[in-house]
C-alpha cells in the first residue's frame, strides 16, 4: 500500500495534510477557508476562499482576436486550484520551489520548481496569483519581479497590522509602500479576518485530539504537537487583538 501523500511533505505542512486527510477525507487545499458559519465543513470554506480569488480574474475564454488570458499561480501547493484554472479555459503556469509539492501535483498541468523571484523575465501574464504565498516572498522582491511579469496581482493573505513581539508575517504598511515604489496602484482591500480565523479553530480543536496519530504517523514529538497548540493560540490571539488581519487585494499598473 503506497504511503500517504502527507507523508512526504515537510513539517507543519504534513501536520496539517494529516489531519485534513483523517477528518475530510482528502487534502485538496492547504490554504484557509472563508467560513459563513464556524461548524460548516472546511473544505467548503475553503472552496470559497477559491471563489473568491476567481471573481478577480480576467475573463477566461478567447475570442477571434485575443487569446486565453494567461495566469501565473505563484505557490501552487496541491494543485487544486492550478486545475481547475485549466479546466475553465485559462492558459495557467504554476510554480512552487518545494519539488515534494511538484511532485505531489503531478502531470496534466504547466507546473514548475522555481521560486517566483527566479522567474525568468520572458514570459509575461495577465494576472499573477498569490494565495498564501506573498508571505514567504521578500515585500521589495515580489513586486520588483511582478513590476517585470504582469499589470496584475491579486493576493489573498494574512499581514501583520498592528506591530507588536513576536509577530512575524509582513507589514501591511509596508507591503503597500514596496507595491507603489514598483508602479504598482491598490485597487481593491477587502478585510476577511474574520472569515479566515475560524480556519486557526480548526486545526487547534484537532491538533490535541491527533496527538498519538501525529506521533504514530509522523514521527512528531510531544514538543512538537505542544508548539503547535501553543502557537494556535497565540495566532488566534494575534488574529482577536487586531496583530494580524486576512486581506484580499488586487494592485494594477
Known amino acids: 500500500m503506497p504511503a500517504p501523500a502527507y507523508s512526504e511533505f515537510y513539517y507543519p505542512l504534513n501536520v496539517f495534510m494529516h489531519i485534513l486527510t483523517h477528518e475530510e477525507g482528502a487534502a485538496t487545499y492547504l490554504h484557509y477557508g472563508f467560513f459563513e458559519s464556524p461548524n460548516e465543513p472546511i473544505a467548503k470554506a475553503q472552496e470559497r476562499s477559491t471563489a473568491a480569488l476567481l471573481e478577480r480574474l480576467p475573463p477566461a475564454g478567447s475570442t477571434r482576436l485575443s487569446a486565453p488570458a494567461r495566469l501565473l499561480d505563484a505557490g501552487a501547493g496541491l494543485g487544486t486550484t492550478l486545475r481547475k484554472l485549466q479546466a475553465l479555459g485559462y492558459r495557467v503556469t504554476g510554480i512552487t520551489p518545494d519539488a515534494k509539492q511538484v511532485a505531489a501535483i503531478g502531470d496534466g498541468v504547466d507546473v514548475r520548481c522555481v521560486a517566483f523571484e527566479a522567474m525568468p523575465e520572458d514570459e509575461t501574464f495577465d494576472t499573477v496569483i498569490f494565495q498564501e504565498s506573498s508571505q514567504y516572498i521578500d515585500s521589495d522582491a515580489l513586486f520588483a519581479k511582478a513590476a517585470k511579469l504582469t499589470r496584475h496581482v491579486v493576493v489573498l493573505d494574512e499581514f501583520t497590522v498592528r506591530a507588536e513581539e513576536g509577530a512575524s508575517l509582513h507589514a501591511l ?49 510531544d514538543a512538537q504537537v505542544d508548539s503547535l497548540i501553543d502557537n494556535g493560540v497565540r495566532y488566534r490571539d494575534f488574529y482577536d487583538r487586531g496583530v494580524y488581519a486576512y486581506r484580499v487585494m488586487q494592485f494594477r499598473r
Open 173 to 221: 504598511d509596508r507591503f503597500l509602500a514596496v507595491a507603489r515604489a514598483n508602479g504598482f496602484e491598490l485597487v481593491e482591500d477587502l478585510d476577511v479576518s474574520a472569515k479566515a480565523a475560524p480556519t486557526i479553530d480548526y486545526f487547534a480543536q484537532r491538533f490535541p485530539r491527533y496527538r498519538d496519530a501525529l506521533k504514530s504517523d509522523l514521527a512528531l514529538t
